[in-house]
């Protein structure tokens, strides 16, 4: 049964840094994409960054290019994001996903298993 936990959402400023976490447990990950969506009050959930465990490729969302990255630690079977200048519209709940393969998608649906989401707030 795999699980995927996150954790490191909280309060920050708006153009200031915080780091979330995806530890992943159940699954061979070397086989699978790992991705990050969020959804804001109101808003449809949105595709933010994928990774493919095997060879690292990634992915991003057009709104959050060159300000997020998507990493992971194979040791910790851990996916991070890592979000710089956030802006008060990257204010959701962030949640972390999983797939089996190496195809990436930034469509929700195509990911089995998810994460119970973690909120960030960006203030102003």
């Known amino acids: 049964q795999v699980q995927l936990v996150e954790s490191g959402g909280g309060l920050v400023q708006a153009g200031g840094s915080l780091r979330l976490s995806c530890a992943a447990s159940?699954?061979?990950?070397?086989?699978?994409?790992m991705a990050w969506f969020r959804q804001a009050p109101g808003k449809e959930r949105e595709f933010v960054a994928s990774?493919?465990?095997?060879?690292?490729?990634?992915n991003y969302g057009d709104s959050v290019k060159g300000r997020f990255t998507i990493s992971r630690d194979n040791a910790k079977n851990t996916v991070y994001l890592q979000m710089n200048s956030v802006k008060l519209e990257d204010t959701a709940v962030y949640s972390c996903?999983?797939?089996?393969?190496?195809?990436?998608?930034?469509?929700?649906?195509?990911?089995?298993?998810w994460g119970q989401g973690t909120q960030v707030t960006v203030s102003s």
């Open positions: 996903a999983a797939r089996a393969g190496s195809e990436p998608s930034p469509m929700g649906d195509r990911y089995a298993y």
């Open positions: 990774r493919t465990w095997s060879d690292g490729r990634t």
């Open positions: 159940g699954g061979v990950f070397s086989s699978y994409t």
